[in-house]
């Protein structure tokens, strides 16, 4: 048996990533949907570890991602995603509708952007926005090094909370880069890969496709594996493994 308080939230959230029915769930994992949905409420605190390693394996996370016990997990958690728009209407097609789900599954959400897009997005959540942390890219963006320590260190601290997943939206400073300092962000953007893999956290990076230089742009769907549509969430085909993309761009 393992006992664990945080397993019931865990899965639960787990299970709704993949967008699956506790009978779904019960059926990839062999499990009862009735066993299923007395952890995820809390009745049930031990459970024998045979049942955590089915769950674990149909719903591809590790062991301890359901116990809550670290955040350096097993399998790669994360869900790095990239977002090209063209308006401010379109930026808010789909960053406020990933924000509210955050809100309705009590993950622990913040923004990292410029100014004028926090602006857009505070009038556009009225009330809500203060559920929400919002950061200054100027200031979270001063070097990739920094930027990489800031969202690790906020990912740990809120996992270790009990937050059992992180919503981010990210949007790195690129007006004004020179083609040297863009190259350097865009070797950031496919390290974070590397660099927070086993993070339970979902970052999708906004592009300004009016500010953002079409090479740029393009070399995001080389370094985010999921991009963001207008009908759903979709594998990038032009990806490249951070080993392959750094090796050839340094």
Do not use: K
């Not at 769907?221 to 090796?247: C, G, I, K, M, N």
Request: glycine share 4%; with cysteine; charged share 20%.
């Amino acid at each position: 048996m393992v006992t664990s308080s945080s397993v019931g939230t865990s899965l639960r959230s787990a299970r709704e990533r993949a967008r699956w029915s506790r009978e779904a769930l019960a059926y990839h994992s062999g499990l009862s949907a009735a066993a299923i949905a007395q952890i995820e409420s809390g009745r049930r605190q031990d459970v024998r570890l045979a049942s955590l390693v089915a769950l674990a394996r149909a719903l591809n996370v590790s062991i301890d991602y359901l116990v809550g016990g670290r955040t350096s997990v097993e399998r790669n958690l994360l869900e790095h995603r990239v977002l090209i728009y063209e308006s401010d209407d379109q930026y808010l097609d789909f960053i406020v509708p990933f924000l509210r789900e955050g809100m309705i599954r009590n993950d622990c959400t913040l923004v990292v952007t410029a100014r004028r897009q926090t602006r857009l997005l505070r009038q556009a959540l009225g009330d809500d926005a203060a559920r929400i942390e919002f950061t200054d890219s100027a200031t979270w963006y001063r070097s990739p090094a920094e930027a990489l320590t800031n969202y690790r260190s906020f990912i740990n601290a809120q996992f270790e909370r009990g937050s059992p997943w992180i919503r981010v939206i990210g949007e790195p400073v690129w007006a004004g880069r020179s083609q040297p300092e863009a190259a350097t962000w865009t070797r950031y953007e496919s390290m974070l890969n590397l660099s927070l893999a086993s993070s339970p956290a979902t970052i999708i990076c906004p592009y300004d496709a009016r500010v953002v230089s079409a090479g740029t742009v393009a070399d995001a769907y080389h370094t985010h594996p999921q991009v963001v549509t207008a009908d759903d969430v979709s594998t990038s085909l032009t990806y490249r493994e951070p080993e392959d993309f750094l090796l050839t761009t340094s």
